[in-house]
């Protein structure tokens, strides 16, 4: 078998620490940068952030969004990113949120997830809402390349709340994806970190849930331009500190363009959560 | 104002009846067509389908996952398939299943809604696990630009009962999903079809749902392979049978690659349905 996502994501938090940069160059960014809100700018965002990125942290979260209102060369442009981030080092979560009935999924799967995936990652975020039933295909590809799952929960925003506060007979519909998430972790891999992790926001606000029991890894979204702090980080996620990849995008992109201003600004932050 | 979603359809239903045709190419479909599991593989099947959608039917849904899984270039394929389709006179509702914070969905509104947008489409689903509330870059340019926006609101695979029947308050997500499309469907639209539809598996066995309220377009997916037929149609949109955008993809396309046979697959589901 493959190392898994779990165990490469211990030794970069060892190493480098657990946050997250978000990579999302917005038009508005990608102009206040002098870039040009193109497919060309684009590709010079991707130049410019791979070296700080390799530079001070261990991982780094493209949000497809940002690339995909480039169209086709935009989604080259993301794979280009991410083959680069790897050779040099870093994680890469995609933040795709894809999520679709069995058969697309497996379609889906194989966009992303392995070595021969078009656009490889060692994570991607998929969304929920036809199941986590029907998300079969990825279950099992993400197990046999080694790659991580990391199913939307409990999301940063709070228009949210509608749908994953809902109850299905006792439960919310977030206690039961992270209840059936943890069954699916200690099938593929009793006793340790299973490849199936959630997105869950960090706040303090919003009922605990029990976050141990999943048996897997957490990106925690938000933190900085959502409002969420390294402390919320700490507080929802103290009964699994080293499980959690905390993430943070606009508030850091806001230092750029200068790569040295943008070097300091993540690294300050991720010294917070060393 | 450009003219609606809501308007075409109801002008290309009068004229060529309401059937979605799927265009979903799987690696087995392109490998049992003979035209290859390859990117060149994937750009004949888009020259092969669109001449034959055009001869046979109103509308076209390419599903996304079988083009990404191409890379960039399925992607390149994808804008090309949608922009020759638009050109044949045919509406293209691109199932591509978006949806995430508000920031980022305005980016996804710019990738795929609007004459000026990359993967330029009439409509597109989007998927709402982080809320309908999230999802105002999608309606405004939706509204501003006359595309359709289909919030998947009741799957047509079983696994997303324990989501999409979940209870908030008084009301299921799906009950809830279809008052709020009402809503806005009031507001932006008084008096006709507004243009926020909702994806709903035309199921005769699920609790029924007040249909007629929402006041715009329904995608019901999952007529043929999985199982749904025209009678299900018929019965599950009674109330509103001039709103519903039958869908089937794998049924029909299991009729290739000959574009003869094709063509009479096609045009003889559609004829169910006029």
Redesign the interface.
């Known amino acids: 078998m493959p190392e898994t996502f779990a165990a490469r994501f211990a030794a970069v938090r060892k190493a480098r620490g657990p946050l997250v940069w978000g990579l999302?160059p917005?038009?508005a960014l990608l102009e206040d940068w002098g870039l040009g809100d193109t497919p060309d700018g684009l590709d010079r965002f991707a130049d410019l952030v791979v070296p700080v990125a390799a530079a001070t942290i261990g991982l780094v979260k493209p949000?497809s969004?940002?690339y995909?209102?480039?169209?086709?060369?935009?989604?080259?442009t993301?794979?280009r990113l991410a083959a680069a981030a790897r050779e040099a080092g870093l994680l890469v979560i995609l933040d795709v949120?894809?999520?679709?009935?069995?058969?697309?999924?497996?379609?889906?799967a194989?966009?992303?997830l392995g070595d021969d995936a078009?656009?490889a990652a060692d994570a991607i975020t998929v969304?929920?809402?036809?199941?986590?039933?029907?998300m079969g295909a990825f279950v099992t590809r993400a197990y046999q390349t080694g790659r991580g799952l990391l199913v939307?929960t409990r999301?940063?925003?709070?228009?949210?709340?509608?749908?994953?506060?809902?109850?299905?007979e006792r439960d919310?519909?977030e206690e039961?994806l992270l209840r059936d998430i943890g069954l699916l972790n200690a099938t593929l891999a009793p006793g340790t970190v299973g490849p199936i992790g959630a997105v869950v926001a960090p706040s303090t606000q919003l009922p605990a849930l029990a976050l141990a029991d999943m048996n897997g890894l957490f990106l925690a979204p938000g933190v900085g331009a959502?409002g969420y702090t390294p402390a919320d980080v700490a507080q929802t996620f103290a009964a699994c500190p080293d499980r959690v990849m905390p993430s943070a995008s606009?508030s850091l992109l806001a230092a750029g363009p200068d790569p040295a201003r943008l070097r300091d600004t993540v690294a300050a932050l991720a010294a917070q959560f060393h």
């Open positions: 999302d917005s038009g949000q969004a940002f995909e209102r480039h169209g086709w060369r935009g989604m080259r993301l794979a949120k894809r999520g679709d009935v069995g058969s697309t999924n497996d379609a889906y194989q966009a992303y078009p656009f969304s929920p809402y036809l199941g986590l039933g029907a939307v999301s940063s925003n709070p228009e949210g709340r509608a749908i994953q506060a809902a109850r299905s919310t519909v039961t959502q606009r």
